[in-house]
């Protein structure tokens, strides 16, 4: 394939609408149009990248585009994409792959009935923080991993608790990480009045014996992003928002500690995922972020949500 990749966006809410800028900047792609039930926002993200906005997504789906990226709620992942990949296109689809095991399943056998490419967003494994961990830690060398995800809830999720839409991403850093799939998961979630759980704490164990423990929630009132890994002889700190890593040491005579503050390239996760992904489908290779990790990840996050939460009571 040597022409520029044909690609759309479906959802053009607050992460698809990011898809729609990137694709029209990014080398070797071709931004087709959206789409998004709200006809105005997708009148608005078409104009502000001169593209086109689609009337339906059936329209979308018969206009020669090559791939595309589903940005919809997840209980609406499986529906699209499946009718995507029936269309003969390839999808990138925003993480979770979906809102339940069996949607997920269904979308990964459409994805080999029709031989298309199918990629989680799961867009942490391309932030720069990430990267050069995952480029410094062997993970042979890895004791235990913690996880800080908070802040306040996004006004998009109304169809999945913290776990499922937040901690899910760290859950796939742990495997990315460390390679070791899952012995034990066990969790502790509370929630105020509402169908979901809006704080979590999360324990895993990894085979090998490796620890991993999240904390996600949504009532922090600041954002907070941070990834530490523990191995024998050294502490990383990986700052996800700021974009910075450093590695604690013990100072050669036994007391204190050194830090050293890691290189990290200046680039947009977005960016890479998205050129990672029309890479994969002009020259036809499998996925970056198959759907098998992302099924992966989401059964982690399905197991934790069964642990029964504590409902709480706001303060009068």
Same mark, same amino acid.
Request: avoid cysteine; aromatic fraction near 6%; charged fraction near 25%.
């Given at each position: 394939?040597?022409?520029?990749?044909?690609?759309?966006?479906?959802?053009?809410?607050?992460?698809?609408?990011?898809?729609?800028?990137?694709?029209?900047?990014?080398?070797?792609?071709?931004?087709?149009?959206?789409?998004?039930?709200?006809?105005?926002?997708?009148?608005?993200?078409?104009?502000a990248?001169?593209?086109?906005s689609?009337?339906?997504?059936?329209?979308?789906?018969?206009?020669?585009?090559?791939?595309?990226?589903?940005?919809?709620?997840?209980?609406?992942?499986?529906?699209?994409?499946?009718?995507?990949?029936?269309?003969?296109?390839?999808?990138?689809?925003?993480?979770?792959?979906?809102?339940?095991?069996?949607?997920?399943?269904?979308m990964?056998?459409?994805?080999?009935?029709?031989?298309?490419?199918?990629?989680?967003?799961?867009?942490?494994?391309?932030?720069?923080?990430?990267?050069?961990?995952?480029s410094?830690v062997? $993970?042979?060398?890895?004791?235990?991993?913690n996880? #800080? +995800?908070? %802040?306040p809830?996004? =006004?998009?999720?109304?169809?999945? !608790?913290?776990?499922?839409?937040?901690?899910?991403?760290?859950?796939?850093l742990a495997?990315?990480?460390?390679?070791r799939?899952?012995?034990?998961?066990?969790?502790?979630?509370?929630?105020?009045?509402?169908?979901?759980?809006?704080?979590?704490?999360?324990?895993?164990?990894?085979?090998g014996?490796?620890?991993?423990?999240?904390?996600?929630?949504?009532i922090?009132?600041?954002?907070?992003r941070?990834?530490?890994?523990i191995?024998?002889?050294?502490?990383?700190?990986?700052?996800?928002?700021?974009?910075?890593?450093?590695?604690?040491?013990?100072?050669?005579?036994?007391?204190?500690?050194?830090?050293?503050?890691?290189?990290?390239?200046?680039?947009?996760?977005?960016? $890479?995922?998205?050129?990672?992904?029309?890479?994969? #489908? +002009?020259? %036809?290779?499998?996925? =970056?972020?198959?759907?098998?990790? !992302?099924?992966?990840?989401?059964?982690?996050?399905?197991?934790?949500?069964?642990?029964?939460?504590?409902?709480?009571?706001?303060?009068?």
């Amino acid at each position: 394939m040597s022409e520029d990749i044909r690609t759309a966006v479906i959802g053009v809410g607050s992460m698809g609408r990011h898809h729609a800028r990137v694709y029209r900047e990014m080398d070797g792609a071709e931004l087709v149009g959206v789409y998004d039930a709200d006809e105005y926002q997708a009148a608005a993200v078409a104009t502000a990248h001169g593209t086109y906005s689609f009337e339906t997504v059936e329209e979308l789906l018969s206009s020669g585009v090559d791939a595309v990226s589903i940005a919809v709620p997840t209980s609406r992942h499986a529906e699209v994409a499946i009718r995507a990949m029936e269309a003969g296109i390839h999808v990138l689809v925003e993480k979770p792959i979906a809102g339940s095991l069996r949607d997920a399943t269904d979308m990964m056998e459409a994805a080999r009935v029709n031989d298309r490419l199918l990629m989680v967003g799961h867009i942490e494994r391309y932030n720069p923080a990430i990267r050069t961990l995952s480029s410094r830690v062997d $993970a042979d060398e890895i004791l235990a991993v913690n996880v #800080v +995800r908070v %802040g306040p809830k996004p =006004p998009r999720v109304k169809d999945a !608790g913290v776990i499922i839409d937040m901690a899910v991403h760290d859950i796939d850093l742990a495997f990315f990480l460390t390679g070791r799939p899952t012995d034990e998961v066990f969790a502790v979630t509370s929630s105020m009045p509402m169908e979901h759980e809006d704080t979590a704490s999360l324990l895993l164990r990894l085979a090998g014996g490796i620890a991993v423990q999240i904390t996600a929630n949504w009532i922090t009132p600041y954002k907070a992003r941070e990834v530490q890994v523990i191995t024998h002889d050294r502490l990383f700190r990986a700052d996800l928002i700021n974009r910075s890593v450093q590695a604690f040491s013990r100072s050669s005579g036994g007391s204190g500690y050194t830090v050293e503050d890691l290189p990290v390239l200046a680039e947009e996760p977005l960016m $890479a995922e998205l050129a990672a992904f029309t890479h994969s #489908v +002009r020259y %036809g290779l499998p996925a =970056p972020i198959s759907a098998r990790d !992302g099924i992966r990840a989401l059964e982690v996050a399905v197991r934790a949500t069964g642990f029964k939460h504590t409902r709480l009571q706001r303060a009068a």
